[in-house]
Nanobody, 114 residues
Framework: QVQLVESGGGLVQAGGSLRLSCASS????????MGWYRQAPGKQREQVAT???????NYADSVKGRFTISTDNAKNTVYLQMNSLKPEDTAVYYC????????WGQGTQVTVSS
């Protein structure tokens, strides 16, 4: 059973930065797909940033130019660097990694104050 553990969330002022980490107990180099999603109160979970095994990146329009997804295979960790944060980025952020099945982390809260 693979476990994903997110960290790095917190409270930050608008314009600030945070880096989220997702540590995997399984080897991410063997994964097919990795991504970050978020869910704000009263809203559906939405895709934020994804990366495929071939390195193809995809970002939600709302975060393009501000967020960057990256991986460190040696550490089995997926990162989300978030810059120029806005209050509308406030949400619980979840990590997702897909091998033969999909796994989710427990989520980490990001709160951006105005």
């Amino acid at each position: 059973q693979v476990q994903l553990v997110e960290s790095g969330g917190g409270l930050v002022q608008a314009g600030g930065s945070l880096r989220l980490s997702c540590a995997s107990s399984g080897s991410i180099s063997n994964s097919n797909f990795m991504g970050w999603y978020r869910q704000a109160p009263g809203k559906q979970r939405e895709q934020v940033a994804t990366i495929t095994s071939s390195g193809r990146l995809n970002y939600a329009d709302s975060v393009k130019g501000r967020f960057t997804i990256s991986t460190d295979n040696a550490k089995n960790t997926v990162y989300l660097q978030m810059n120029s944060l806005k209050p509308e980025d406030t949400a619980v952020y979840y990590c997702n990694v897909q091998w033969y099945r999909s796994y989710w982390g427990q989520g980490t809260q990001v709160t951006v104050s105005s």
